[in-house]
């Protein structure tokens, strides 16, 4: 029996289950029917030990207790409690004219049997629509259009939008498509209610929209390049209840239906068939080019490049996409990037080296202190401090991390072997099953992945490899 067969049955998708800081309460959101509901389960004193609310929130933060029935036995049991009521009162619930309203919240609970007058009766689960006061404060992080430091060329507001599904990515990364043109699917990335929910205790939501806004500024101003997300050109706006002035939640990308990079390997290895090499060629060189054109035109930097980030438009070349700048993926993140080193350029010659230096003195932080994650970035993030002080050391790094995707496109390993890494220095990078892939390019990206920065290829000579590659394999394809 699966956990969410009661929802499947009713045609709904449970999506998200979470808890708050205080320990009193967990959330559960649901989608169905081009609907997305928060239901809300708190811990209730005055009702029986036994109740379905108390039980949940019990489990769900591990509380202390008396008794097992004021518990679930497993994660699995409770989940399925969560899944079921949420089923019992969906059909009735969700034809409420106001369900959908964005502060919407709607709170789960057990009737007692003496509100029926009598004490035999089971407890029956119901429910109450609940205008959620915090809804206003998530507002209030929120800027209007007009102090958008790039502005908009449209705006739609999110009640409006019809959800498709849930992607991945950071936070509420969804595909939608708006009432007027059904065919033309977008992707919503942005801060939606649940996201605040899920992180306005801790304090880090005032991150997470700041993020946001950053990022859509950096991609606005960033000269175009075809290998790069372009601009989004509708922004999303939400109003408080009562209230129709326009605040920004969100932007609209278009969908580009032929997935990730990391996605196509993984389709591939299913099916036991290794991708072509002059796609291989091409796509690394897309990799290569988008990366330098962001150093050497844009001068910035990505800093979270992995195969997930790239992917396929309608004519199957690379777009990098993500652009936040706020974390780094463990599988390819360069050794050096760990917090734990500061970086000189010192004149050597005609060229220039680098030296790293241990970093000794008192502990030191330049990312938020509610920043999520353990790693050395997380605290003290080198790619802030480098992009002003030493722009090659940020080069040599973001090199490690594309040499790390050339060889998971090149090799194609098992891509779910690497969700359980912690460390950079856990992947091997073997060439196992590899002897189509010809070994100048198994070079090259053993140059990109040299320990020491200093002997690693620069990003121009890397582009310039792969551009020289993939026009050698269209030769013989012709």
């Given at each position: ?73 497993n994660r699995l049991s ?340 690497f969700e359980d890494v ?57």
């Open positions: 029996m699966g956990e969410q067969d009661a929802l499947t049955a009713l045609g709904v998708l449970g999506e998200w289950i979470w808890g708050n800081d205080l320990e009193t309460v967990v959330f559960a959101q649901a989608f169905g029917h081009e609907k997305t509901l928060i239901f809300r389960f708190t811990l209730d004193n005055t009702q029986p030990s036994q109740s379905l609310t108390t039980r949940i929130v019990n489990c769900y933060h591990d509380l202390a207790v008396h008794s097992p029935s004021a518990t679930f036995p409770m989940r399925m409690a969560i899944w079921s009521a949420v089923a019992t009162v969906w059909s009735e619930c969700s034809d409420n004219p106001t369900v959908q309203d964005p502060d919407i919240v709607i709170d789960v609970y057990d009737l007692d049997s003496t509100d029926f007058g009598s004490t035999d009766l089971p407890l029956r689960t119901a429910w109450a629509l609940c205008r959620e006061n915090l809804f206003n404060d998530y507002i209030n992080l929120l800027l209007p259009p007009s102090q958008l430091a790039v502005q908009p060329v449209d705006t739609v507001d999110f009640k409006s939008l019809i959800r498709l599904n849930q992607l991945g990515g950071r936070g509420c990364t969804t595909l939608v498509h708006t009432p007027s043109d059904p065919l033309s699917q977008f992707v919503f990335k942005g801060i939606d209610f649940r996201t605040f929910l899920n992180s306005y205790e801790s304090g880090h939501i005032h991150e997470e929209v700041k993020i946001f806004y950053r990022s859509m500024e950096l991609v606005s101003n960033m000269p175009r390049h075809p290998n790069i997300i372009g601009p989004a050109q509708i922004v999303v706006t939400i109003c408080k209840h009562g209230d129709d002035r326009p605040f920004v939640c969100g932007s609209l990308y278009p969908f580009l239906p032929n997935g990730s990079l990391a996605s196509h390997i993984e389709k591939n290895n299913a099916s036991g068939e290794r991708i072509a090499l002059s796609c291989k060629a091409q796509w690394c060189y897309q990799m290569a080019a988008a990366v330098a054109h962001t150093h050497f035109v844009a001068h910035t930097f990505h800093m979270d490049l992995k195969p997930g980030n790239f992917l396929l438009d309608a004519d199957s070349s690379l777009v990098l996409i993500d652009w936040e700048q706020s974390d780094a993926p463990v599988t390819t993140a360069a050794p050096e990037i760990d917090g734990t080193c500061d970086v000189e350029e010192i004149p050597a010659g005609s060229t220039t080296t680098l030296r790293y230096i241990k970093y000794t003195g008192p502990e030191r932080r330049n990312m938020p202190i509610t920043t999520p994650g353990d790693n050395g970035w997380n605290v003290w993030n080198v790619f802030l401090e480098w992009s002003k002080q030493c722009p090659r050391a940020l080069e040599l790094a973001e090199v490690f991390s594309l040499g790390r995707c050339m060889w998971m496109l090149l090799r194609q390993p098992d891509m779910d072997a912690t460390s950079t220095e856990e992947v091997v990078e073997d060439w196992q099953s590899s002897e189509d892939i010809p070994v100048h390019w198994k070079q090259v990206v053993q140059d990109c992945l040299r320990r020491d920065p200093n002997e690693r290829i620069g990003l121009r000579e890397l582009t310039a490899f792969w551009d020289d590659a993939r026009h050698k394999m269209n030769d013989c394809v012709s």
